[in-house]
C-alpha cells in the first residue's frame, strides 16, 4: 500500500503531466485555433484593472458566445500522425490519474418509458458514451434496411433479430469514424457527448404504431428517437450548444424524416437555444427505375417506391409537416433525399457514394463474380449522373465515385477524399460556417441556405469523374470469389470494362485513358 507522501508524488506527478500536456496542447495550435478561443496570438498589454463587479446574466452570456472548438485540427492535417503520436502518448501517460475519464466504451441504457418499444415488444434502447463538460451531442441513427409486411417482418425476424429485439443486445459498444473517442480517427467531434441509437423498428425510423393483439409487431422509430431525446434531456442535453443527428442507410433517411422533429421537439420543451443540424450517410435513395424489374417479393428486389409505400402504410409512419404538405396522399415520396430535402429546416450534410451499393442492389444489378455485360454498366454510370442531378440544390456535401455503402462509421473514413479535402475536414468546414453565420445573424440556424464556407474551407464536394472508383481514394475492393483486393484498373477489367471503346466514348486516346485510371484521376 503506498504511503499518503506516495499518493501526494503521484498526485503531483499527475498534475504536472496535465499542464505538460495543456501546455503541448497550446504551443501546438495555429494561431486560428488560439484565435478562435478568444485569444491573440502576440503579447498583450497589461491594463490596470477596475474593481470587479457583478456580472449581469445577460453579460455572462455574451461572453460565452459561440461553440467553440478546442483545437483546430485541419490546420495540422499535414502532419497529423505525427501531432495525435504526441498528444496519445501524453493521454496514455495520464491515464493512472484518470482512468475513468478515459472511459472508450458506450454503454447500454433501455428506456425508462417501456411502452416504445422494439418491433417484439422488448424495450427499446440506446448506447451512451459522456463528454463532461462538452455541450455538444452527437446522436447516431443505426441503419438495417426495413420490412413492409408480415411475411417480409417474419423473414427479417428469423435472420436479422438483433434489428427487431433488444435481447440480445451487448452491453457496451464501442464507437468508430464519428462515433470515435480518439483524436486521431475523429478529430473535430472525440470530445462530444456519443448517442448510438439502436434501430429495432424496421419502418426507417417513421413509425408510431404499438404492438397490439390485432398486429404481430410495434413499429415505433419515430417515437424511440423522441424518447431518447426526453431522457437525454435529464443528463446534460438541456444545455446542449449543438446537436448533430447523423445516421447511415436506412438511418440516414430517418435523419431526414427526424431531423425537424427532433429541433421543433427541443424548442416545445423550452430548449430552443440547442442548434440542432443532420449528417445523412449513404441514405440519399433515388426513386428511379429498376434495372430489371421484379415482383415485390422481398425487401432486396421489390423496387423503391413499392416498398415505401406498402411500408408507410403497415408501419403508420409520420413525416415532417412540411413534407406532407408538399406530397398530399403520396408522404412517400418524403422518404426520398432529392424530394424532402428543399422542405427541410434544419441545416443537412450530405454525404453520398455516387455508386451506392445499396441503391443498385434494389435496382437489381447484382456485381458478383463474373464480369457484366454493356447494359448493365451503362445503368451504372447513369446512376452515377442521376445522383449528381439529385444533388446539385445540396448546400453542404461529400460525394465521392466510388462503389461503396456507408462512410461515416468506417475507422478509415479519414482516408477518403474529394478534390483532396476528408469528409472530416468538410464537416468542419460546415460547423464553422453555421457558427459563422450564428455569430453574424444572432439566429439558430434555421436558415440552411447559403452559409458562407471559410477561405480554403469547402462545403459542396462531389466528384465529376464518371465511373465507380475513378476516385483514387475508395476504399479497397475485394474479388467477390477470392477475396483479393484489386487495384481500379484490375476493378474495371473485372466488371468488362472496355479502354478502348470507353476511351472513344470520351473522345480521347485509350493510352491516355489507361494513365488516367490507373493514376486514379
Known amino acids: 500500500m503506498q504511503s499518503r507522501g506516495g499518493l501526494r508524488s503521484s498526485a503531483g506527478l499527475c498534475v504536472l503531466r496535465s499542464c505538460l500536456l495543456l501546455l503541448f496542447i497550446q504551443l501546438s495550435a495555429p494561431a486560428e485555433a488560439r484565435r478562435a478561443r478568444g485569444g491573440r496570438t502576440q503579447p498583450r498589454r497589461v491594463q490596470p484593472q477596475p474593481q470587479p463587479q457583478p456580472e449581469a446574466p445577460a453579460a455572462r452570456e455574451r461572453v460565452e458566445g459561440p461553440e467553440s472548438f478546442p483545437l483546430d485540427f485541419t490546420a495540422v492535417e499535414s502532419n497529423m500522425d505525427s501531432f495525435m503520436v504526441q498528444i496519445k502518448n501524453l493521454a496514455q501517460s495520464l491515464y493512472p490519474c484518470s482512468a475513468p475519464k478515459l472511459e472508450q466504451d458506450m454503454k447500454l441504457h433501455f428506456l425508462q418509458n417501456v411502452s416504445v418499444t422494439c418491433n417484439d415488444g422488448s424495450p427499446a434502447g440506446y448506447y451512451m458514451k459522456?463528454?463532461?463538460?462538452?455541450?455538444?451531442?452527437?446522436?447516431?441513427?443505426?441503419?438495417?434496411?426495413y420490412c413492409f409486411n408480415k411475411q417480409t417482418?417474419?423473414?427479417?425476424?428469423?435472420?436479422?433479430?438483433?434489428?427487431?429485439?433488444?435481447?440480445k443486445w451487448p452491453q457496451t459498444k464501442r464507437g468508430t469514424g464519428i462515433l470515435s473517442p480518439q483524436p486521431e480517427e475523429n478529430p473535430h467531434w472525440w470530445n462530444a457527448n456519443m448517442v448510438f441509437i439502436s434501430y429495432c423498428s424496421s419502418d426507417v425510423w417513421s413509425g408510431a404504431s404499438p404492438k397490439t393483439n390485432q398486429s404481430d409487431y410495434a413499429f415505433m422509430g419515430s417515437l424511440i428517437v423522441k424518447e431518447v431525446v426526453n431522457e437525454l434531456l435529464t443528463k446534460g442535453l438541456q444545455n446542449a450548444k449543438v446537436l448533430l443527428l447523423a445516421g447511415s442507410s436506412a438511418g440516414g433517411t430517418g435523419v431526414l424524416l427526424n431531423v425537424d422533429h427532433v429541433a421543433e421537439h427541443l424548442e416545445s420543451e423550452g430548449h430552443s437555444g440547442v442548434q440542432v443540424?443532420?449528417?445523412?450517410?449513404?441514405?440519399?435513395?433515388?426513386?428511379?427505375?429498376?434495372?430489371?424489374?421484379?415482383?415485390?417479393?422481398?425487401?432486396?428486389?421489390?423496387?423503391?417506391t413499392e416498398a415505401i409505400k406498402r411500408g408507410i402504410r403497415f408501419w403508420g409512419g409520420l413525416v415532417p409537416?412540411?413534407?406532407?404538405?408538399?406530397?398530399?396522399?403520396?408522404?412517400?415520396?418524403?422518404?426520398?433525399g432529392y424530394k424532402i430535402y428543399p422542405t427541410l429546416k434544419r441545416p443537412v450534410f450530405v454525404v453520398q457514394w455516387l455508386f451506392d451499393e445499396a441503391q443498385l442492389t434494389v435496382d437489381n444489378v447484382h456485381l458478383t463474380g463474373h464480369s457484366i455485360h454493356e447494359g448493365q454498366w451503362r445503368y451504372i454510370q447513369n446512376l452515377g449522373q442521376e445522383l449528381r442531378g439529385t444533388l446539385g440544390g445540396v448546400q453542404a456535401m461529400f460525394a465521392p465515385a466510388c462503389l461503396a455503402h456507408e462512410l461515416?462509421?468506417?475507422?478509415?473514413?479519414?482516408?477518403?477524399?474529394v478534390k483532396g479535402t476528408s469528409l472530416p475536414r468538410a464537416l468542419h468546414c460546415w460547423d464553422r460556417?453555421?457558427?459563422n453565420k450564428l455569430h453574424v445573424n444572432g439566429s439558430?440556424?434555421?436558415q440552411k441556405h447559403k452559409a458562407a464556407p471559410a477561405r480554403g474551407c469547402p462545403l459542396h464536394l462531389m466528384d465529376s469523374c464518371p465511373w465507380p472508383h475513378c476516385n483514387p481514394s475508395c476504399p479497397t475492393i475485394r474479388d467477390q470469389l477470392t477475396g483479393q483486393e484489386m487495384s481500379v484498373m484490375q476493378f474495371l477489367k473485372h466488371m468488362g470494362f472496355d479502354v478502348k471503346k470507353m476511351a472513344q466514348q470520351q473522345g480521347m486516346d485509350p493510352s491516355k485513358l489507361?494513365?488516367?485510371?490507373?493514376?486514379g484521376s
Open 130 to 145: 459522456e463528454s463532461k463538460g462538452s455541450r455538444r451531442w452527437l446522436l447516431f441513427l443505426e441503419g438495417g434496411w
Open 153 to 167: 417482418c417474419d423473414s427479417r425476424y428469423e435472420t436479422m433479430k438483433n434489428l427487431m429485439s433488444s435481447t
Open 277 to 304: 443540424r443532420g449528417v445523412v450517410d449513404s441514405g440519399w435513395f433515388l426513386d428511379n427505375k429498376q434495372y430489371k424489374l421484379t415482383d415485390c417479393l422481398d425487401t432486396i428486389s421489390c423496387a423503391p
Open 321 to 336: 409537416e412540411s413534407c406532407r404538405q408538399a406530397h398530399v396522399g403520396e408522404e412517400w415520396n418524403c422518404f426520398f
Open 408 to 417: 461515416i462509421t468506417r475507422t478509415n473514413w479519414m482516408d477518403i477524399q
Open 433 to 435: 460556417s453555421l457558427q
Open 444 to 446: 439558430h440556424g434555421l
Open 514 to 519: 489507361l494513365g488516367m485510371l490507373s493514376n
